[in-house]
């Protein structure tokens, strides 16, 4: 009944013998142990499970784990070089983007796409594009800031600062 | 206080970096060998007897460890859970336990336990399990439950009744004479379900040997967690440490010592493993306690100018299927119920009814949301009875600044504010005026905008100990260590359990401020039972203006010691030197001088201190202060009603705002965003229904709405700052008031728009439907 699936996830191969009923998220949690990506909910509502997939946002609770044999996943532990913070971390930081911190690495990786595929959103867009990410402690009033700060550092052709490194 | 440098300054918060990273340590995240998880079966009927629960086929299943029924617990439990007296110490209460034995009263109640090797695998088995009812008739509805020939809960009480207790002050008769305008309304608090994004979880570790116990829980009371752990199960109070990790949201939905709590170290204790539980969303919805769930009658007398004379509010509480351990809490909402406002007299009663629904506990402010919508609405409707503008009627009505300190009816002493000053500067942001005419023009052309006012005061810091003893049953106070290492640096361990809440950043600048240590030298802990002393937790806005003044305190006697040891180094008499920046010098000489890194040092090289003083930096309070903290200010919303759909659109949200010092306003804001999207969830959004079964119709995120970014506009936030004067900072609360002033504020303006259409009230939540039957339910003709 297992099946052996391999995924490579921020760059470092992952293979494990698994149920063909196991979740994408659960794979990343327990099988390779990446405890950044959350579950919030069963039922694809809260995005808190939001990673990449082959270039693509997904809820990672929605996929199974067989689907994402041979892929390609980006996860929040795979956003940061060394010790410099990705602009969207930064930014979240710099911003008050989160305060209990559950819903924040989903909301991070929906933000990233969001980014990737409108540069330069409008706060409405921004707040459109945010909808399948659930928040209950900031109110989504300094998300959308922490968003607009970082689509300003990521433009093409702005100057890029380095953040400074995490002390 | 000293001059601050720290206090007032947008720290960004420490937390961050590891949250933002994905190296945040939730409970689900704790790593943990040889672990064994545990799945909850939980009752499917709402009102039933339990006639047998067979667990043969589940026990045989592949990697089940073991299967127990709440009959084979039974014995282990020592006492039921806790329940605070709550204002009610009288109330009927039968005692409650984890898991239930013959009978369950609602329809997600612990029935049964499976550990196995792995969560599927303990959820698979749990299906095997053969549960056999008699179903008996669902209680569902507050006032039904209160018929004679209504089905019992506990048929020894031989009513639904939990307790029924009045709450009155001044000449309620005279009141009403005098009265020549008196309304009556009906206000409904919806059920409300928190949906903290991160659920509930526990992982307990049992050493057998030792009859040690260690818990890790998602909850917001690590402190009351370890101290029933102990009574519960039998335990020392010693040997139990209870740790809250990080911690994904609570909202008051963690408030309480959970029946999870007590089967997950049951079952550790059983197995002698590790035992986990993590909480799904769909047990979430259930297993969670819920919010609010009231229905409020008023009575309002007042005189046709505006003035209003007494109010009679009669609060009736769905507890649910048990009395929760803050449960009774919610009836602060008639405590408090006067609001900002001057009156004659009060008649107060709050009624306590058991239902077979998920028991209610606090909620995001927790009484004062509710105390706050009547009062508001009371305002507003005294307001279109007389036709006399929203804002005079506050007005003339408001506590003014000459009345401070000023006692209520009921006899609670407000301690600062002047409440036409945060209503002025609210009404200058959103230009009142200009509004109204924009208004009236718009309604010409079949536009229909509304305005709507919330100028709250709120209670919290729940605190002074002699007061909350006597009310709640429980003393409260602020508790800090702070300790000076050999090195200078320092740590400050708190009695409070954030949970977002940013406690890490705000009190190491507090330490700071008063320690001259930099602010990146300073680790606040929290959250775990073994570091520190006996602290009063996380909840009711109460950090702050408590364990943060202990913090303070702490400090200020850490630095009177290095003051003293300073001298003693300086060779200068103890009363010539001074304290200031991290530097003891001698008054005047401010070139020679001692830093605090180097009196950190000599503090433990006691040869060096003073003759008959102890070694080392550190001091322990426990703070007491005098009163609440009274928070206040003015929240107005503009909305524009769809006239084709019904929807509303929240146009401009404008929040003046006054909770006393702000240790950091980045932090302060932040708890205000999120405080009113909360507030505007339940006023359009959010609602728990349950069937006539007593199943809950609105069980997952799909059903239950909670607001999303597009749901919601930016904020404009201001301030004014009036400092309290019961504690050393001036702080107040903020956690909760922007969910205490936001639902007035909105509905207000809902009601406002659709004055046009002779509408008068708009129940909760204002869905589309709902508003647009209201505009058409006289075939869509307006007044």
């Not at chain 1, 041979?70 to 911003?95: C, N, R, Y």
Request: aromatic residues 6%; contains cysteine.
């Amino acid at each position: 009944m297992r099946r052996r699936v391999a995924v490579t996830i921020n760059g470092t191969k992952h293979e494990y013998e698994v149920e063909p009923r196991l979740l994408l998220v659960n794979y990343i949690r327990e099988q390779a142990g990446l405890t950044g990506t959350h579950v919030g909910c069963d039922t694809s509502n809260c995005g808190a499970c939001t990673v990449e997939l082959d270039g693509h946002s997904v809820k990672s609770c929605t996929v199974f784990a067989v689907q994402a044999d041979g892929a390609q996943v980006t996860t929040i532990e795979g956003l940061a070089k060394g010790s410099t913070l990705h602009p969207l971390q930064q930014a979240f930081w710099d911003e008050h983007g989160l305060q209990c911190g559950f819903c924040t690495p989903g909301m991070i990786m929906a933000a990233k796409q969001l980014l990737e595929r409108n540069p330069n959103p409008s706060e409405q867009e921004i707040r459109l594009g945010l909808e399948g990410n659930l928040c209950r402690c900031t109110g989504y009033h300094n998300i959308v800031k922490s968003i607009q700060a970082a689509a300003k550092v990521m433009a093409p052709g702005a100057e890029r600062k380095a953040p400074a490194p995490v002390s | 206080m000293a001059i601050s440098q720290m206090v007032g300054a947008s720290v960004k918060r420490r937390e961050d970096p590891q949250l933002v990273t994905g190296t945040g340590r939730y409970v689900d995240d704790i790593p943990q060998t040889a672990i064994v998880h545990m799945h909850v079966v939980r009752s499917t009927e709402a009102h039933a007897r339990i006639l047998g629960i067979d667990t043969a086929r589940a026990k045989e299943a592949d990697g089940v460890v073991a299967v127990w029924s709440g009959k084979e617990l039974k014995s282990e439990f020592g006492a039921p859970l806790p329940v605070t007296d709550c204002f009610v110490p009288d109330k009927k209460h039968p005692g409650h336990y984890p898991i239930a034995f013959d009978k369950v009263r609602y329809v997600g109640e612990p029935v049964a336990i499976v550990l196995a090797s792995s969560r599927a695998a303990a959820e698979d088995a749990g299906e095997r399990i053969e549960i056999r009812y008699e179903s008996l008739p669902p209680v569902l509805d507050i006032e039904k439950a209160l018929d004679k020939d209504a089905a019992l809960l506990y048929d020894e009480l031989g009513s639904n009744l939990s307790y029924d207790v009045k709450f009155a002050g001044g000449d309620i008769e005279a009141a009403f004479k005098e009265a020549e305008v008196t309304i009556k309304q009906r206000l409904i608090q919806q059920r409300l379900i928190p949906i903290a994004i991160e659920g509930r979880g526990v992982v307990a570790e049992y050493k057998t040997f030792s009859n040690k116990l260690t818990v890790w829980s998602s909850t917001q009371i690590p402190h009351f967690v370890k101290v029933w752990l102990a009574v519960i199960l039998g335990i020392p109070e010693s040997n139990v440490r209870v740790v809250a990790p990080d911690v994904g949201g609570g909202f008051g939905s963690k408030i309480r010592v959970y029946p999870e709590e007590v089967l997950t170290a049951l079952a550790s204790r059983r197995l002698g493993r590790p035992v986990k539980w993590i909480e799904d969303r769909n047990e979430n919805v259930k297993a969670t306690h819920h919010g609010r769930d009231q229905i409020w009658d008023v009575e309002i007398a007042a005189k046709k100018d505006g003035t209003v004379l007494a109010i009679r509010p009669t609060q009736w509480l769905n507890l649910g299927a048990y009395c929760s351990q803050f449960g009774t809490f919610q009836v602060l909402g008639v405590l408090v119920a006067q609001g900002a406002y001057r009156m004659k007299a009060f008649d107060g009663r709050a009624v306590g009814v058991f239902t077979n629904m998920t028991p209610t506990d606090a909620y995001r402010g927790a009484g004062r949301p509710e105390a706050t919508y009547l009062i508001e609405r009371v305002m507003d409707l005294v307001a279109r009875e007389t036709g006399i503008d929203p804002v005079e009627v506050r007005r003339k009505n408001f506590v003014r600044a000459e009345d401070q300190p000023f006692t209520t009816l009921l006899g609670l002493t407000y301690d600062s504010g002047d409440y036409t000053v945060t209503l002025d500067k609210a009404l200058e942001l959103v230009d009142y005026k200009a509004f109204r005419r924009e208004q009236a023009e718009k309604r010409k052309q079949g536009k229909y905008l509304g305005i709507g006012l919330s100028t709250y005061i709120e209670i919290c810091g729940l605190g002074p100990a002699a007061t909350m003893q006597a009310a709640i049953g429980v003393s409260a106070w602020g508790m800090s260590v702070v300790n000076v290492h050999f090195t200078g640096k320092a740590t400050v361990i708190i009695g409070s359990s954030p949970h977002g809440q940013g406690h890490e950043t705000t009190y190491a600048q507090v330490a700071s401020d008063v320690l001259g240590i930099p602010v990146e030298d300073i680790d606040v802990q929290h959250g775990d039972t073994a570091i520190g002393p006996m602290g009063m937790d996380t909840y009711g806005s109460r950090s702050t203006a408590l364990d943060g003044n202990a913090v303070h305190i702490s400090a200020m006697k850490v630095q009177e010691k290095a003051r003293k040891i300073g001298a003693h180094l300086l060779e200068a008499a103890e009363g010539d030197a001074v304290y200031e920046n991290g530097k003891v010098f001698v008054k005047g000489t401010p070139s020679k001088s001692i830093t605090i890194q180097e009196i950190a040092v000599a503090a433990f090289q006691t040869a060096r201190i003073p003759k008959g003083m102890e070694g080392g930096l550190e001091a322990t309070t426990f703070f007491d202060p005098t009163n609440f903290v009274w928070p206040f200010g003015a929240h107005i919303c503009v909305v524009e009603i769809d006239a084709e759909t019904g929807g509303t659109r929240i146009v401009r949200y404008v929040a003046v705002d006054d909770c006393g010092t702000r240790i950091n306003p980045m932090v302060v804001d932040g708890q205000l965003h999120g405080g009113i999207a909360q507030g505007i969830g339940q006023a359009l959004f959010e609602e728990a229904i349950y069937d006539e079964a007593g199943q809950l119709r609105t069980g997952s995120l799909v059903d239950y709405l909670v607001p999303t970014a597009s749901d919601l506009p930016s904020f404009e936030l201001a301030a004014t700052i009036t400092p309290s004067p019961v504690n050393p900072l001036g702080t107040k609360g903020i956690g909760e008031a922007g969910t205490i002033a936001s639902t007035p504020a909105v509905m207000n303006a809902i009601v406002d728009a659709l004055e046009p259409f002779g509408v008068k009230d708009v129940a909760m939540p204002a869905t589309p439907q709902k508003i647009w039957q209201l505009m058409h339910r006289n075939g869509g003709t307006k007044r």
